[in-house]
C-alpha cells in the first residue's frame, strides 16, 4: 500500500500482484480479492483503464462471496471510475446503483465511502444535464463532510 500511498502505481501494481500470487497459493479468497481491488485501483490511477476494469471484476466476484460491503462497494467504484474515463455511461451506472445500495443500506458504515459514492452519483447527474436535481445530494454531503470534518 505504502507505494500506492506515494503514488509509485508501478512498483503498487507489481507488489500487489505478488502478494496475489501468495494469498492465491495458499487459498486464501478474500486476501486474493483485496489485491485484485487495490490492482484496479492502481491501475486506474496510473492510467490503465482497460487493466482496472479486469481487476476490478475479479475483485468484485470475490466480494460477491465474502459478503465484504466496504470491498464489494469500492470495487464497483473502481469500475465506475474506470467506466466513465471510457464513456460508458450505461455500464458505469449500472456499477453506481449497485455500490450506492451497498453503502446506504448497512449498520455499520464507513461514511467516507458513503460520501464517495454519492459523490460520484451527483457528479454524474450533473454531468448528464441533471444539475438541479443535485441540490439535495450537495447539501447532504456538506453536513456529513462537516461532521467528518
Same mark, same amino acid.
Given at each position: 500500500?505504502? /507505494?500506492? !500511498?506515494?503514488? +509509485?502505481?508501478? %512498483?503498487?501494481?507489481?507488489? /500487489? ?12 479468497? &478474500?486476501?486474493?480479492?483485496?489485491? *485484485? @481491488?487495490?490492482?484496479?485501483?492502481? +491501475?486506474?490511477?496510473?492510467? +490503465? &483503464?482497460?487493466? =482496472? ?7 468484485? #466476484?470475490?466480494?460477491?462471496?465474502? /459478503?465484504?460491503? #466496504?470491498?464489494?462497494?469500492?470495487? !464497483?467504484?473502481? @469500475?465506475?471510475?474506470? /467506466? @466513465? ?12 446503483? *449497485?455500490?450506492?445500495?451497498?453503502? +446506504?443500506? &448497512?449498520? #455499520? ?6 460520501? %464517495?459514492?454519492?459523490?460520484?452519483? =451527483?457528479? !454524474?447527474?450533473?454531468?448528464? $444535464? ?12 456538506? &453536513?456529513?463532510?462537516?461532521?467528518? $470534518?
Amino acid at each position: 500500500m505504502a /507505494y500506492s !500511498h506515494l503514488g +509509485n502505481y508501478p %512498483e503498487a501494481i507489481n507488489q /500487489y500482484r505478488q502478494a496475489r500470487e501468495i494469498f492465491k497459493e495458499e487459498k486464501m479468497v &478474500t486476501e486474493v480479492g483485496q489485491c *485484485d @481491488l487495490h490492482i484496479a485501483e492502481a +491501475n486506474f490511477e496510473s492510467g +490503465n &483503464t482497460i487493466e =482496472a476494469i479486469a481487476a476490478g471484476k475479479k475483485a468484485v #466476484d470475490v466480494a460477491w462471496f465474502t /459478503y465484504g460491503d #466496504d470491498m464489494h462497494a469500492r470495487s !464497483h467504484i473502481v @469500475l465506475i471510475k474506470a /467506466y @466513465l474515463a471510457l464513456g460508458e455511461l450505461e455500464v458505469a451506472v449500472r456499477h453506481l446503483v *449497485d455500490a450506492q445500495a451497498l453503502v +446506504n443500506f &448497512t449498520t #455499520d458504515k464507513d461514511w467516507e465511502l458513503v460520501v %464517495e459514492v454519492e459523490q460520484l452519483r =451527483a457528479d !454524474h447527474m450533473k454531468a448528464g $444535464g441533471l444539475e438541479a436535481d443535485t441540490t439535495e445530494i450537495d447539501r447532504r454531503l456538506a &453536513t456529513i463532510r462537516e461532521i467528518l $470534518g
